[in-house]
């Protein structure tokens, strides 16, 4: 459905390439949503029948639209086989782990989707750029990552990975309405504004992450978030059309116990009703 950024392509940097002028229109994106939504419904039921399992991971510049898409996934899905893990700094415990391992602790059972706000790639990204990452750690850790997905994708784990980009001025207004409003002031952190400040350092960092870890069994969709509804689509309609690709979506039919035990309710509620 999305089109997917080359990574690998040897000319110009994975965030030079996109088209950070894209929309959709209100109308279009609300029946397209609609549809997604929709699907996503279908693909959880399925997911619990066959047992597949998926991870999806949402990365990207602050405010650039990572909670509102994953909102929209989440409203339609049954918290039963859903998850969504907010992946913040790692806490002291974890230090004294490889980095990897509390993600381990977070992957999906049989039939069940994960989704990661922010992931194992903090360690090339944010680590990398503020030095809590020792440069032969963060150097290693691109290979460590690829062989990661791939144990996971071996195992039959689909991998979905997001990555959203807005330019500076759209990330500006973006902090103004959240300053600016009471309700979206806690979406802010201190973090957000150091970040801005070290901007190159992060799209270089980025690139790099983008074109070493976009791998055939865990490809990068790299997005232009300038226009949030034309992001959602793009991010929300790809993760929806490979979580279900191979995957047979129509509902199975009912346990003819739990046939007969519903007609046999209904049979006794008529019965209550006339007496």
Known sequence: MAHHEDTTHAGHRPLDRLDMGAKLDKALYEDRLKA???KFQEIQQAYLHTGDSAVVVFEGWDAAGKGGAIRRMSAVMDPRGF????????????????YLSRFWARLPATGEICVFDRSWYGRVLVERVEG??????????????NEFERLLTDAGTRIVKIFLFID??????????RMNDPLKRWK?????????DKWSEYEDAANEMLERTSSHCAPWLVVPANDKRHARIEALGTIADRLSAGVD????????????Q?????KDEKKKRKT
């Open 83 to 98: 998850k969504v893990w907010p992946i913040a700094a790692p806490t002291p415990q974890d230090l004294q782990h490889h």
């Open 262 to 266: 519903y007609e046999r309710m209904v």
């Open 168 to 177: 500076a001025d759209e990330q500006m207004k973006r902090f103004e309405d």
């Open 36 to 38: 997604i939504q929709l």
């Open 249 to 260: 979506l129509s509902p199975k039919p009912a346990d003819p116990k739990l046939v007969e």
């Open 188 to 196: 802010l952190s201190y973090e957000d504004f150091r970040n801005r």
């Open 132 to 145: 809590f990452a020792k440069p032969a750690e963060w150097g290693r850790a691109y290979g460590e990552i």
